[in-house]
């Protein structure tokens, strides 16, 4: 009966008997609080290592895949300024070749015509030797 008006006017006995103005199951909760706070604090921090780590994974894979961006970039690039050359080359070649059946044809001609002239030769030449 004394504990319990003692109580009512905040006033208790610990196990050793002693006269305290708090209960005495503040102290071991709030020292079971102490603990979790400090496991908090050390979770959080093994977190933000864990979450650094990641970060910096994650900055190193943008940097590479950039990197292979950039290679891809250049290596489409070569290939449509081969393509280009290719094309050039491909009008060149058939500018040249127009040009050799153009030269072709002006040599069949003249072939023609200086057969022609060999034949007109030769029957002067027969007529010519016949007459004598």
Known sequence: MAKDILG??????DE???LRVLDPEVPQQT????????????KIG???????????????LAKEAENEKMKAIGA???LKSIAKQREAQ?????ALIAEKKMQLERYR???EALCKVEA????????????K
């Open 8 to 13: 009512e006017a905040g006033l208790h006995f």
């Open 76 to 78: 489409r690039n070569l």
């Open 120 to 131: 007109e030769q030769n029957e002067f030449i027969d007529q010519f030797i016949f007459q």
């Open 109 to 111: 001609v003249e072939y």
């Open 16 to 18: 050793l008997n002693k």
């Open 46 to 60: 093994q977190f933000q290592k864990i979450v650094g780590g990641l970060i910096e994974l994650v900055d190193q």
């Open 31 to 42: 020292t079971e609080l102490k603990e979790e706070c400090k496991d908090f604090v050390d």
């Open 90 to 94: 491909q009008q060149q070649l058939q």
